[in-house]
């Protein structure tokens, strides 16, 4: 535990990538730092927190929530208890919040939820970074699965199932439409290094 501890000493930014399992976290990751970063086929390959540092930039990949692929309902509680506790006790140093969905299934997933009078976690996990006070960025990925007549109405109902009022064009400097299997993080690299700007990190740019 003390040698974990000390691999993380002096970190004074870091950006979390959080979302549901198999959206992409692990693919945009690898896309956006060129690292090989743990990429699995079946949901709930990532299980504990995956850490890529730069000097004192800490990029890290949260383990995937909601249904995982051959985890029993028992371990998919605690590692979404893991990630709750993660986020809450190093919510000091946490900078920025990557919140990542899946822009094609997101609207679909939610409607299932709200069928069961129950909310999506992929919400749960949106309140709780604004209620620490993050800043978030909703990286929309899988858009190259969305007819092109209809993104921008799809990221307006997304917007409005996270109470962002539409259209979504209002929030450029929060949603970044992206397509990790398509090599497109375009958007994403844009807002991220527009935080790192916003905290004067303008040296941290050449990690992207």
């Known amino acids: 535990m003390a040698k974990k501890t000390d691999e993380l000493e002096g970190i004074n930014f870091e950006i979390i990538f959080s979302g549901r399992s198999n959206v992409g976290k692990s693919s945009i990751m690898k896309e956006l730092t060129g690292k090989n970063v743990k990429v699995g086929k079946r949901p709930g390959v990532t299980l504990k927190p995956t850490h890529i540092r730069y000097s004192d930039l800490l990029l890290t990949d949260l383990p995937g929530f909601g249904f995982m692929s051959g985890v029993k309902d028992r371990k998919q509680d605690i590692v979404k208890d893991q990630i709750v506790r993660y986020i809450e006790k ?3 140093r ?3 919040a990557v919140l990542v969905i899946d822009g094609a299934s997101f609207l679909e997933i939610v409607q ?3 069928e069961r009078n129950e909310i999506p976690i992929d919400i749960e996990m949106f309140e709780l970074f604004q209620e620490l006070g993050f800043d978030i960025i909703l990286a929309v990925n899988k858009v190259d699965k969305i007819k092109t007549d209809k993104l921008d109405a799809t990221l307006d109902q ?3 199932k996270l109470n962002m009022l539409p259209p979504w064009r209002q929030w450029l400097d929060t949603v970044a439409p992206i397509s990790a299997k398509k090599g497109d993080l375009k958007a994403l690299k844009s807002l991220v290094r527009q935080r790192l700007h ?3 990190r303008d040296d941290l740019f050449k990690y992207f």
Do not use: G, S, Y
Request: net charge negative.
């Open 90 to 92: 190093n919510a000091e």
């Open 94 to 96: 946490i900078n920025v």
């Open 112 to 114: 299932r939820w709200e």
């Open 158 to 160: 997304i917007c409005d």
């Open 198 to 200: 916003n905290e004067k």
